[in-house]
């Protein structure tokens, strides 16, 4: 958003990597992991990972064209859309 910086809808991430963790649990099997610790681990994995790559580090190069005073990667302060994305994956489960 011109002006604002990169923003990312608040609820798409996190539907995106519990929908992905349910899936790819029911499909893969780990050993010696418990499918319910597994789902926990990947839906909080694909939440962080999936927003950081997908939010800040693919849109690296149009940064400079935004027009925001500040560029920070990760996002800053408590409510933090990464930790956010993560944490939100988790409750879905």
């Known amino acids: 958003m ?3 910086g990169i923003a990312t809808p608040a609820l798409v991430p996190p539907l995106a990597a519990a929908l992905a963790a ?3 649990t029911s ?6 992991c418990p499918i ?3 789902r926990v ?9 999936g ?3 997908g939010a800040d580090l693919l ?3 149009k940064i400079k064209n935004l027009g925001a005073p500040v560029a920070s990667i990760g996002g800053a302060g408590t409510f933090d859309g990464i930790f ?7 409750l879905l489960i």
């Open 41 to 49: 681990v990947v839906a909080y994995t694909g939440g962080v990972l």
């Open 84 to 90: 956010l994305s993560g944490f939100i994956a988790l």
């Open 27 to 32: 499909i893969i099997h780990i050993p010696n």
């Open 22 to 24: 349910i899936l790819l």
């Open 51 to 53: 927003t950081l790559i």
């Open 36 to 38: 319910d610790q597994c």
């Open 2 to 4: 011109r002006g604002i």
């Open 59 to 61: 849109n690296l190069g």
